[in-house]
């Protein structure tokens, strides 16, 4: 009787319970996982599976992929950003800012993406999966900081400090389109390999200012080599690419977070319309997606001898100049290059040129700098008899000398210039420093005395050896402006930065223009080049290329060149350098360094291998 009972109340119960069933809960729809969105409604308008960031997340880059370039259709996806969280597994990426709330986070013990592919739970999640499924949060990592947009009438306030880093990336953006490529966010340290010689010990000082490098003496392992010769070995570890850039016909548009009128005034004031403004600047499409912690750079280029080498630089001026209906004497002095000594057919051009009275330098037609090997004279049994010394691969350059030189104080002088190429993929850019200097002699000129080399050449080298060298000039140097006052002071009508300047200004832009097809006719990826440029002016104020140098001296001789060196040399980092190893937003040093930086750029862009003009 009792298991009847008991029997018939369990009945009663469950009939019970499925009367309530039926008549008190709402018909509930299956839904999809409130953990996570099925990939298939993410983005199908894109086959992410079939490209080759495999295997990821819209919202979740697992690892930076181990090659170097990012096929291009993938920034329509991306708006990249160069502050990134990483999110309790090291490894794992993402971009924060505006996707950050959309990032989805596996829980530990959650499977692949590809083994959730159709997970779904069905159902209203109860109070207890919300505890459990709380919202994730950031482990073992600085929280980012969110910043809470208030509605208001009144625009923002801006301080100096959050101006300067709006205006440090948008360089970095300008430089980044005018080459074709974006970077992949990063957190890397990057390492730079400096050589000896030539005030390396300044170049070191330079890059140890920015937090986010650090010196090795391993230069296998750095991502930067700085050497005084080109070494071949990083050369070879830097890939070629010869695909080409293409022109992107839309308007440049750069980060405004700014008002425009503050923008443009600190465009203005940094100096980055120099490059903006000019008819060589290109909004090129970014087909390159670069992974920095891959990037491997070196400061020199691959054939710089196609310029820097005196009898390279005669032969291919003279192409170029002939090709453009110029003469290329009226840019460079009266020259014969002699390849077989007296027997030379050019020698016997230079015979028939030679006049009883004429001054002609003779130079090796080989690489040499600081006025080695570098002779005056007058007589032509002299020249002959300095031919004739045959050296393994020496050939010589006879030039004329300039007898009308522009004396300062009856002395002679030349003028230093310094240009910045830079090569990237199948683009060539070059850029002039504004500020240079001007190297004068101890003694004064006298055209007869071609024995003295302290009167004819101006090179520090040369000049430093003599008793009175700094005695007229601190380090026998004076800035442009200086040289302006001198013109003031003789009653001379010439304005240097209107009649003169100009004139070196198109010499540099030719010179690189003849390089275009041979100084990175490999095709390397990235490499650059710092070149010293030597200039002289006769009494009718026309200026005159003497010769290019590479590997210039950045010896600090004097209180201007304390300034002007160390400027340009950081100036030429941030083009060169900064744009492709870019600092992390993210880290604790980056806004004191931004705050303390010199952003002012000095280099006018003057060419482009993709520019017609």
């Known amino acids: 009787m009792e298991s009847f009972t008991r029997s018939a109340s369990v009945k009663k119960n469950k009939d019970k319970s499925q009367t309530l069933n039926h008549t008190h809960l709402p018909n509930v729809k299956k839904k999809e996982t409130f953990l996570r969105l099925k990939l298939?409604?993410?983005?199908?308008?894109?086959?992410?599976?079939?490209?080759?960031?495999?295997?990821?997340?819209?919202?979740?880059?697992?690892?930076?992929?181990?090659?170097?370039?990012?096929p291009p259709h993938l920034f329509d996806e991306y708006e990249m950003n160069s502050s990134y969280v990483i999110i309790s597994d090291s490894k794992n990426k993402t971009i924060s800012k505006k996707n950050r709330k959309s990032v989805q986070l596996n829980t530990k013990r959650e499977n692949s993406p590809d083994q959730l592919k159709d997970f779904a739970i069905e159902g209203i999640p109860s109070q207890t999966h919300k505890k459990v499924f709380k919202r994730p949060e950031f482990i073992n990592t600085v929280k980012p900081r969110i910043s809470i947009v208030k509605k208001t009438n009144k625009p923002e306030p801006h301080?100096?400090?959050?101006?300067?880093?709006?205006?440090?990336?948008?360089?970095?953006?300008?430089?980044k389109t005018s080459n074709g490529f974006e970077i992949y966010p990063h957190r890397s340290q990057f390492k730079y390999y400096v050589g000896k010689g030539n005030n390396g010990s300044l170049v070191n000082h330079i890059l140890k200012s920015r937090f986010w490098w650090t010196r090795t003496d391993c230069i296998e392992e750095a991502?930067?080599?700085?050497?005084?010769?080109k070494n071949k070995t990083i050369l070879d570890l830097i890939p070629s690419y010869k695909n080409c850039l293409e022109k992107d016909l839309n308007p440049l548009t750069l980060d405004s977070k700014i008002p425009k009128t503050l923008l443009n005034e600190n465009q203005e004031t940094f100096g980055f319309k120099l490059i903006l403004e000019s008819n060589s600047f290109l909004n090129l499409n970014k087909n390159y997606f670069l992974v920095a912690d891959s990037i491997k750079t070196h400061n020199r280029l691959p054939n710089n001898n196609c310029i820097c080498n005196k009898k390279e630089m005669f032969k291919n001026l003279k192409i170029y100049y002939d090709k453009v209906g110029i003469d290329i004497f009226d840019k460079v002095p009266l020259t014969f290059h002699i390849e077989t000594g007296i027997s030379d057919r050019n020698f016997q051009v230079f015979i028939d040129s030679f006049t009883e009275g004429s001054t002609w330098i003779i130079k090796p037609g080989e690489a040499t700098n600081r006025g080695k090997g570098i002779k005056v004279s007058s007589s032509l049994n002299q020249i002959k008899e300095l031919i004739s010394r045959r050296h393994e691969n020496r050939t010589y350059i006879i030039q004329k000398y300039i007898q009308n030189p522009f004396l300062i104080n009856k002395r002679k002088f030349d003028i230093r210039?310094?240009?910045?190429?830079?090569?990237?993929?199948?683009?060539?850019q070059g850029y002039f420093f504004k500020d240079g200097y001007l190297r004068t002699s101890c003694k004064e000129f006298n055209i007869k005395n071609t024995q003295d080399k302290f009167v004819h050449l101006t090179n520090d080298a040369v000049q430093k050896n003599h008793e009175d060298y700094g005695k007229y000039e601190s380090g026998n140097?004076?800035?442009?402006?200086?040289?302006?006052?001198?013109?003031?002071?003789?009653?001379?009508?010439?304005?240097?930065?209107n009649d003169i300047f100009p004139q070196i200004v198109d010499i540099v832009k030719e010179s690189i223009a003849c390089a275009k097809n041979l100084i990175n006719e490999e095709g390397k990826m990235n490499s650059f080049e710092i070149l010293g440029y030597d200039f002289m002016i006769d009494t009718n104020f026309k200026v005159w290329l003497i010769e290019i140098n590479?590997?210039?001296?950045?010896?600090?001789?004097?209180?201007?060149?304390?300034k002007v060196i160390p400027d340009m040399l950081d100036n030429s980092f941030r083009i060169a350098l900064d744009p492709m190893f870019p600092p992390p937003e993210s880290h604790k040093r980056f806004k004191p360094w931004v705050k303390s930086c010199n952003l002012t750029n000095k280099y006018i862009l003057v060419y482009s291998s993709l520019s017609s003009n």
Not at 41 to 46: K, L, M, Q, R, V
Not at 552 to 562: A, K, M, N, T, V
């Open 550 to 562: 590479t590997n210039p001296c950045l010896e600090l001789g004097c209180s201007y060149l304390s």
């Open 159 to 175: 301080n100096e400090s959050s101006v300067k880093e709006i205006i440090f990336w948008n360089w970095l953006g300008m430089i």
């Open 223 to 229: 991502n930067f080599v700085w050497t005084q010769l």
């Open 40 to 70: 298939s409604s993410i983005h199908t308008s894109h086959n992410w599976r079939n490209s080759s960031l495999t295997g990821i997340d819209l919202t979740l880059i697992r690892e930076p992929p181990s090659s170097l370039i990012i």
């Open 417 to 428: 210039c310094y240009a910045l190429i830079t090569s990237f993929a199948n683009q060539l």
């Open 477 to 497: 140097k004076l800035s442009y402006y200086d040289f302006q006052k001198f013109l003031n002071s003789i009653g001379s009508n010439v304005d240097f930065f």
